[in-house]
């Protein structure tokens, strides 16, 4: 039995927690829940209980508890399930939990895919542009640096506004709740520095749209999704959970995979 331990209980920890006990991965059992704030069954007040108990560590607690507990997990031997790739802009982190020894380290691929693709046009040949448009309803994007011009359009506008467009390094900086797409995209790709991301505000907006581009001596690509926000963060997909239970039943049982 895999003994899976799950840092962060919020928004995508809490579906995790609830699938795994549910027995959504055949083989797997949720052991502990290392969660500073949220009551649970499974509860434990420390690292070294949560390691003590768990096969593989899924972070799901934000940028800061990756920062926190990621290379010492991997340095206990203990297998990593990281979430929270945004925080992977970070070169000095990256390659700590990179260079970690011990556990495996795994990257979820969250709210986005067709990275299959992407990686083998980029063997064919350079890829010259890579570019992700993300649009969201206009109420989570607003940010203490903004200026007031753009926080009133969000507030009160009618129409569309995009409120960034700049390097995916500087997006997962400046919106670190919506970055793991983002951050995905670029450690598949071209790196933080080249993929370009713009960031839409959308009144009418009701799902969370990706619209990724990319185009290279392999061809051109164009890939979209469109999910619905989690209840309990709109910031993020709902379905991010379910790409952490896909996750894990990879780890524990892999399947037939396309090659």
Same mark, same amino acid.
């Given at each position: 039995m895999l003994r899976v331990g799950l840092i962060g209980c919020g928004a995508i920890g809490s579906v995790v927690a609830r699938e795994l006990s549910?027995? @959504?991965?055949?083989? =797997?059992?949720?052991? @502990?829940?290392?969660?500073?704030?949220?009551?649970?069954?499974? &509860?434990?007040?420390? &690292?070294?209980?949560?390691?003590? @108990?768990s096969d593989v560590v899924v972070e799901a607690a934000g940028h800061g508890a990756l920062r926190e507990h990621g290379v010492a997990v991997r340095e206990s031997g203990t297998d990593l399930l990281v979430?929270?790739?945004?925080a992977l802009a970070d070169d000095e982190l990256e390659a @700590?939990? &990179?260079? =970690?020894?011990?556990? &495996?380290?795994?990257?979820c691929t969250g709210a986005i895919g067709g990275f299959d693709i992407l990686r083998a046009a980029m063997l064919f040949g350079p890829l010259d542009e890579v570019a992700i448009t993300s649009t969201k309803p206009t109420g989570v994007l607003s940010r203490p640096w903004m200026d007031e011009a753009v926080l009133d359009a969000l507030e009160n506008g009618s129409e569309s506004v995009t409120v960034f467009d700049g390097p995916a390094r500087q997006a997962c900086e400046r919106f670190p709740e919506s970055a793991n797409v983002t951050a995905t995209l670029s450690l598949a790709t071209v790196g933080f520095d080249r993929v370009r991301v713009q960031m839409v505000g959308d009144p009418e907006a009701t799902r969370v749209r990706h619209v990724v581009s990319a185009s290279g001596e392999a061809g051109t690509y164009e890939l979209s999704f469109e999910n619905a926000a989690s209840p309990d963060n709109p910031r993020t997909s709902a379905v991010t959970a379910y790409s952490v239970i896909r996750s894990l039943t990879d780890i524990q049982r892999p399947p037939v995979s396309f090659l």
């Open positions: 549910g027995g @959504a991965v055949q083989g =797997a059992e949720l052991t @502990a829940v290392l969660d500073l704030f949220v009551d649970h069954p499974l &509860r434990v007040g420390d &690292r070294e209980s949560l390691l003590c @108990a979430v929270s790739i945004g @700590a939990l &990179r260079g =970690a020894g011990g556990g &495996r380290l795994f990257l």
